[in-house]
């Protein structure tokens, strides 16, 4: 990449921070992508009138985000790093427990095979879901979203799609870095087989969760397990090495995630722990999809993550399996969910309630 | 919307072009979005390592788009226009002749209802195809692609699928402005509706043939028309207003379209002549989808049209019409069919040829 940053704003006039000017440089090397840089302008971006009134409402009313901000929030140490991630964990937490009460899922905490997990039984089982499971796999980085603050994800479609469901509290960074979050996940996915038939059981979940969903799939496949019947992946962390257009093209404009640099790309850092971060197991948008089960993605037009979940998507096709792609207007990372109780949130939900029903049965 | 512009680089510094710094004003007026505008830095695109190495090529060797370049495309008159589309359509013209010969797809000029068209054999129709028929809609921007011009799209699809084709070669501004495009499709397909049967009969185009294509369907249904099997949406233009987000998020990094403002938008106000922009006939998107047929959606992470496509997918499936949408990384407008030969081209055709497989029988 080009070492010097300058900026060409609209063809206007020419401003270089470094005093420099660079011309784009073509230099392809082999198998690497050709040396060559944008500068693009900066632009005004209004609130998006294609999103619902709620999305526009949080928009206008939230601010717009600071990359410089989110730049100076990386922890100065691993013990800050855990204080930071035990106060938002309890705050989560908190909010879980309201959450629960409120959908009227009951939460029970178990350990399977050393793994810490969480049991979600919706106060009503539809007929169909007599049977089935769907596994929730927490998103936070890998770095954040433990214990309790596991479980809004699987409360919500236990809720909706009148299934039960289990999140699994898979171990993270710095203490446990990956494979540990992978084998966690398998191995608790090993004791459910003795329970459950797989074509009976749905993992999934979003950003890192939906990664590690997927990547725990690989994992299945290569020790010759039968994999679940169904994937839900909401904007999955599908390449955890800054690769996807939308990290550079939507920087500064989702709000969620703001820029790949900072937080996210330490907590990448702290997951891969040296591996390649290349490693399917680990990016799993680079693995084999073939004989994948039917896979659900959603995403939204400012979600940094927009590129993951459409590579994703065309990985699945191109290996012929069932893939089913989303994306909403004006959303930003994770908002499907996350700003709750929106249109949005309310349709996709009943999407996923949906593919459940079809591909659990 | 603010009428200032300012510039807020990364929060670095900030810098306004019209010697006022505005801040974000907050003023939601009933059904308007809210009154804020966010000014979002510029930033450094690299090639999107994600995309096919051939689309990496290009995007490498063709020059950054630039968004004052494009603005100055504009036409200075209506006789400016037409000799410019005529020089264009002339060109392309001759390419599309050496395309059918390449693809042993052999067009027939021919006029139904007084509109011209453009019959599409391949030399070899698939056994489930014999009855069936692909109606193609040329993109243009509702103001090029005239005559022999609107065939590529089409003749693509007849080779690829081996499926017979048509196109339309319907009216333009600014001799002929809304409805008249319209009009000439639901005309043409009501009597194609005398020789095939609406259940072989696949209806599509990219860009504004994508969008005129959901526009003639909202008409054949207002008019009790039954409609055809399947809808080939390549990144419809489905809102001519400037609504869509990635119109803003993507505005100098989409290098098919760059900017809405110039030629863009030109072409819109000569299209509708007048007529609201939100008529579901000009912009289909505003429309009632319910009963639509199957439809097929692609854009890519650097489409203008992303958002467009994208609402329309949502729209279709709120509506509970089977919708199916990709997202080709990298990808500016129309990219997926034109820069044809690219791995992206030939896994669109693929699953356009499945598409219609399964839905024309």
Known sequence: MCKKKCQVFSSLKTVCLSGVLMMPVIGVAADS??????QVGPRTVPVPAGASAMIQKTLAEGGQPSIQARLSEIPSSDEAARALVAKRDKKNSEKAQALAKRMNVKVEE???KGVKVFWMTPDE???EFQNSLFVQ??????VVGAGMASTPGGIVVANTAKIKAMSIDYR???DHPFPAAVDDVVAVYKQLLKKYSHK???IGGGSAGGGLSLASVHKMKALGLKTPAAIIAGTPWADLTKTSDSLYTLEGIDRALVTYDGPLAAAAQAYANG???KDPLISPVYGDFSDFPPTHLVTGTRDLFLSDTARTHRALRKAGAIADLTVFEGISHGEHLSIFGSPESQEYLAEVAEFLKRYLN
Do not use: L, R, S
């Open 110 to 112: 178990d350990t399977i």
């Open 172 to 174: 993270m960074p710095p």
């Open 275 to 277: 591996h390649d971060m």
């Open 33 to 38: 992508p050709p040396d060559v840089e944008w």
């Open 125 to 127: 089982i539809a007929p």
């Open 137 to 142: 796999i927490h998103g936070g980085a890998y």
């Open 200 to 202: 009976k059981i749905a």
